[in-house]
């Protein structure tokens, strides 16, 4: 076609207008990356330290988990333990953090960490549910004779994401892979006992069980489930008899419009395919307890990275 004919041409459908804050995504690029050399929390490692000691027996703590968290955020990013308590070892030398810890305690002490999401505070939240897997590079061969050739070698990792902050809201570890939808029952009820907005929950073809609908029934919570391709619409569930009746009068397309579906992508697809792509989808970890941990770790690292380059 010649550029005349191109310029000719008529276009068709609406013109695609980019509103995107391009700037302000570039900074929040940027930003994340300046959280691994953030010291702040030094000016608290003394106050830090008194509050973690605060009624422990035993020996008491000598290095805050400000410190611990950071350096967990290092090895998800695969630095070796032993070159973390390198690079500590160097802030002190340049009196940037009173002490330096040695590789021994930062791996016991990574293991010990409590990885968990801060609960949502906005009103009517929206999320789906989806899961995927870190692969166990150095402990493969041991989850494959511990719990058989099914395993795959694979940690399971199970999410609820917000497909507008782009953020998970919270998240499963499990050593042998398990049920999506049972894990999906177990973190909603825990949202929903602490009290977080959830007005609305969806997920894929595997989530469409009969206990998870009716579970979001009784909460009032909108579902956003794909119902199987041969599903009856006379099941115990009416949010569901009712979704499949709408399926098959209009089709999976105009659905899946109505409903929202699409929104599954950026708030469970696209969160994985982030957080492999900055930590990497291999865990070093040998032990179960570490390859969970890990695995916890790049999850959680991913939520404040993206925390804390917000502007």
């Not at 550029?3 to 207008?17: L, M, P, T």
């Not at 003394?46 to 509050?51: A, F, S, T």
């Not at 505070?121 to 989850?143: P, R, V, W």
């Not at 994401?161 to 825990?190: C, I, W, Y």
Request: proline share 5%.
């Amino acid at each position: 076609m010649t550029d005349v004919a191109k310029k000719d041409r008529k276009r068709w459908g609406k013109k695609f207008v980019d509103a995107w804050d391009w700037p302000r995504y570039n900074e929040q690029l940027v930003r994340r990356g300046e959280y691994l050399l953030d010291l702040e929390w030094v000016r608290n490692w003394d106050v830090e330290l008194r509050e973690m000691n605060r009624n422990k027996r035993g020996h008491p703590y000598e290095f805050p988990d400000s410190l611990i968290r950071l350096q967990s955020v290092w090895h998800d990013k695969n630095i070796p333990v032993r070159m973390i308590e390198g690079i500590t070892r160097k802030l002190r030398q340049m009196a940037q953090v009173p002490n330096y810890n040695d590789y021994t305690t930062i791996s016991r002490r990574i293991n010990r960490l409590d990885f968990h999401l801060d609960l949502p505070d906005g009103d009517g939240i929206t999320m789906f549910c989806d899961g995927s897997g870190f692969q166990a590079i150095n402990g493969g061969e041991y989850l494959r004779e511990k719990y058989g050739k099914r395993n795959r070698q694979w940690i399971q990792v199970i999410i609820l994401g917000d497909p507008e902050t782009k953020e998970p809201v919270s998240f499963e570890v499990n050593l042998v892979p398990t049920s999506e939808p049972e894990s999906a029952k177990r973190q909603l009820q825990r949202l929903i006992d602490h009290d977080v907005d959830v007005t609305g929950f969806g997920g894929d073809g595997a989530f469409d069980e009969i206990k998870l609908w009716q579970l979001l029934e009784s909460n009032g919570i909108q579902p956003i489930i794909k119902p199987d391709l041969n599903a009856r619409d006379d099941s115990l569930s009416p949010a569901r008899n009712s979704n499949v009746k709408e399926r098959n009068s209009g089709g999976y397309e105009l659905w899946a419009r109505n409903h929202g579906y699409g929104a599954r992508w950026p708030a469970t697809e696209g969160i994985f395919s982030a957080v492999k792509r900055i930590f990497g989808e291999q865990l070093a970890a040998r032990s179960e307890r570490g390859m969970v941990q890990e695995a916890k770790s790049k999850m959680w690292a991913y939520y404040v990275i993206i925390k804390y380059g917000e502007v």
